[in-house]
């Protein structure tokens, strides 16, 4: 099993940064590949970023590019994902997820997932 806990969320204004984490405890967390996604209420959970096992390769969806980074740090057992130039559209509860097949994160069918932290980006 793995438990994944995440951090980090809050209220900040437009144009403004946030940072999140996410913290893995239980199997050995560089085995996995880790993703985040974001829900609004009424809405599906949308596909934000994916970071592969060694932290290497990273992905997002065209709504953060440029925007998010996605990176972990394999020696503390945490993704992070660092949000800059925050949109009111941005708002949303954030989840990380882990899984051993990147295909199953990008699917929304990762096997471990976090509890999620609130973002909002509001004036």
């Known amino acids: 099993q793995v438990q994944l806990v995440e951090s980090g969320g809050g209220l900040v204004q437009p144009g403004g940064s946030l940072r999140l984490s996410c913290a893995a405890s239980?199997?050995?967390?560089?085995?996995?590949?880790v993703g985040w996604f974001r829900q609004t209420p009424g809405k599906e959970r949308e596909f934000v970023a994916i970071i592969n096992k060694s932290g290497v390769n990273t992905n997002y969806a065209d709504s953060v590019k440029g925007r998010f980074t996605i990176s972990r740090d394999n020696s503390k057992n945490t993704v992070y994902l660092q949000m800059n130039s925050l949109k009111p559209e941005d708002t949303a509860v954030y989840y990380c997820t882990a899984d051993g097949d990147p295909i199953a994160i990008v699917s929304t069918r990762g096997h471990f997932w976090g509890q999620g932290t609130q973002v909002t980006v509001s004036s």
């Open positions: 239980g199997r050995t967390f560089s085995n996995y590949y």
